[in-house]
Antibody, heavy 117, light 111 residues
Framework: EVLLVQSGAEVKKPGESLKISCKGA????????IGWVRQVPGKGLEWMGL????????KYSPSFRGQVTISVDKSINTAYLQWSSLKASDTAIYYC??????????WGQGTLVTVSS | QSVLTQPPSASGTPGQRVTISCSGS????????VNWYQHLPGTAPKLLIH???QRPSGVPDRFSGSKSGTSASLAISGLQSEDEADYYC????????????FGGGTKLTVL
C-alpha cells in the first residue's frame, strides 16, 4: 500500500522558520515526483511545486517561487517543504502528493501550519 | 484567481445526475489531460478521474469525466449523500514550464 505520512501540526510566530516533511512508503520513492499543495482556510487547492527525488529536480509555481523551498532526502524517502520566515498568510493546510502519469494519485494526510503572534 | 474556471457551487437531490464544468485555455486543458479530485473537509483529496475520463480502481462508475477542446466536465449520476464534497479539476500548463493549475473548486451539495 502506498502511504505518504506527513509531519504533525505546527504553531509558529511570524518571522520564524519551519520545515515540514512527507515520508513515502510502499513504492519506489525515487521514481515518482512529489508535489506540494496548499489550502488556505475556506479557500481552494493551490499547487506549490514538485520535486523528483532521484535527482532533486524541482519546479515551483510562480506564486510560490522564492517564498518556500522544496527539498528531498532520498536516503530516508522524505520530501520537505520549508520557510525561512513565516507570515500570517502562510496559515494553511499543506498536502504532499505523489504524481503518477500526470495525476496525483496518493496524498498525505495534510499538515496544518498556523502562524500567529 | 484560479487559472481553470469552475462554478463555485452545484447541487442535486439523491438519485439525480449533476455535472461540473471546468474551463481552461489552449496551454492547459487544450494541450494536456484533465484530472478531477474529490475533497471532503478534514481529509486528504482523492483522485477521482485521471487522463480526462479514466477512473482509478475503487472509484464507482457513477463518476465520469469528459473533455472537449479547452473545457472538461465531471458527471456524477445516481447522486448519493456521501458525494457531498468539493470537486477540483486540474491540468498541467505548458506555458508554466509544465506546472499544474487547479480550478477554484466546486462545492457540491446533496439536497
Amino acid at each position: 500500500e502506498v502511504l505518504l505520512v506527513q509531519s504533525g501540526a505546527e504553531v509558529k510566530k511570524p518571522g520564524e522558520s519551519l520545515k515540514i516533511s512527507c515520508k513515502g512508503a510502499g513504492y519506489r520513492f525515487t521514481s515518482y515526483w512529489i508535489g506540494w499543495v496548499r489550502q488556505v482556510p475556506g479557500k481552494g487547492l493551490e499547487w506549490m511545486g514538485l520535486i523528483f527525488p532521484a535527482d532533486s529536480d524541482t519546479k515551483y509555481s510562480p506564486s510560490f517561487r522564492g517564498q518556500v523551498t522544496i527539498s528531498v532526502d532520498k536516503s530516508i524517502n522524505t520530501a520537505y517543504l520549508q520557510w525561512s520566515s513565516l507570515k500570517a498568510s502562510d496559515t494553511a493546510i499543506y498536502y504532499c502528493a505523489k504524481r503518477t502519469e500526470g495525476a496525483f494519485d496518493s496524498w498525505g494526510q495534510g499538515t496544518l501550519v498556523t502562524v500567529s503572534s | 484567481q484560479s487559472v481553470l474556471t469552475q462554478p463555485p457551487s452545484a447541487s442535486g437531490t439523491p438519485g439525480q445526475r449533476v455535472t461540473i464544468s471546468c474551463s481552461g485555455s489552449s496551454s492547459d486543458i487544450g494541450t494536456n489531460t484533465v484530472n478531477w479530485y474529490q475533497h471532503l473537509p478534514g481529509t486528504a483529496p482523492k483522485l477521482l478521474i485521471h487522463n480526462n475520463n479514466q477512473r482509478p480502481s475503487g472509484v464507482p462508475d457513477r463518476f465520469s469525466g469528459s473533455k472537449s477542446g479547452t473545457s472538461a466536465s465531471l458527471a456524477i449520476s445516481g447522486l448519493q449523500s456521501e458525494d457531498e464534497a468539493d470537486y477540483y479539476c486540474a491540468a498541467w500548463d505548458d506555458s508554466l514550464d509544465g506546472l499544474v493549475v487547479f480550478g477554484g473548486g466546486t462545492k457540491l451539495t446533496v439536497l
